[in-house]
């Protein structure tokens, strides 16, 4: 990973490494409220916008443009409304500019992570359409069938435990072809980081039927340690065990 200390170095370094062929995070210590203005002011245009900051926290999950940490700490607890207020403003400016890039062509989505109503609050703009034209089929057939993230973390850290629990996941859920195609794709084509872990998207039956085939898998020792499991839901976890 490169850690540029400026934007221009950051754009440098991207620059560079694409012209090299190099596949290269680069992770810029900023602001996305400041940042993502300041690129649309630029006229740079990425091959992808998004945004994962945890916006559905404002008080405690975004930090207000131009506050340093120390400021945040202090007004968090001497002024929470005024700290969330703040952070909502600075969630305007930042959905402002990813509709920016929207309207250059770009492609821009959230993270369901409520951005785009705390952005709307602030006069931020109507938001409707930020990521519906890229996702909007996946959410159709999720509300359809009651879909939902399904996700799981070997605890043992041996992938054969995710390999095994992916293979569980095709013999119950047995004709969602999508599925099983993501599943194969996942293991060819993505490396572990960490604990060994998998994510899909399941109806609510088939969470129930699945977590219940794992704590099986579990207790059978067909897997070699306890394996954390959990929905999509914020604030909601538990761990399967034996």
Known sequence: MSRPPTLDDALARITRYTREGKAVSVA?????????????NRGVRPDLVTDQTSAHDPLH??????WRWEEYQKNAQSDPHGT???AKR????????MLAF????VPTFDYGNNIRQMAKEM???????IFRDLCQPIFVRCSVV???RFAGVALSGDPQDIYKT???VKEIVAEDKHLHHWLDMARERIHFQGLPARICWVGLEWRQKLGLAFNEMVRCGEVSAPHCDWPRSPGFRFCRQP
Do not use: F, W
């Not at 810029?28 to 649309?40: F, G, K, M, R, T």
């Not at 600075?90 to 500019?97: E, F, G, I, N, P």
């Open 123 to 129: 006069g931020g703009g109507k938001t409707p359409l």
């Open 102 to 105: 929207s309207k250059m062509g």
């Open 90 to 97: 600075s969630m305007a400016a930042h959905v402002r500019a």
């Open 28 to 40: 810029l210590c900023a602001n996305a409220a400041d940042i993502l203005p300041e690129l649309v």
């Open 84 to 86: 969330m207020q703040a």
């Open 166 to 168: 992916d293979a569980k």
């Open 61 to 66: 999950g975004y930090l207000p443009s131009g």
């Open 146 to 148: 009651a879909s939902g």
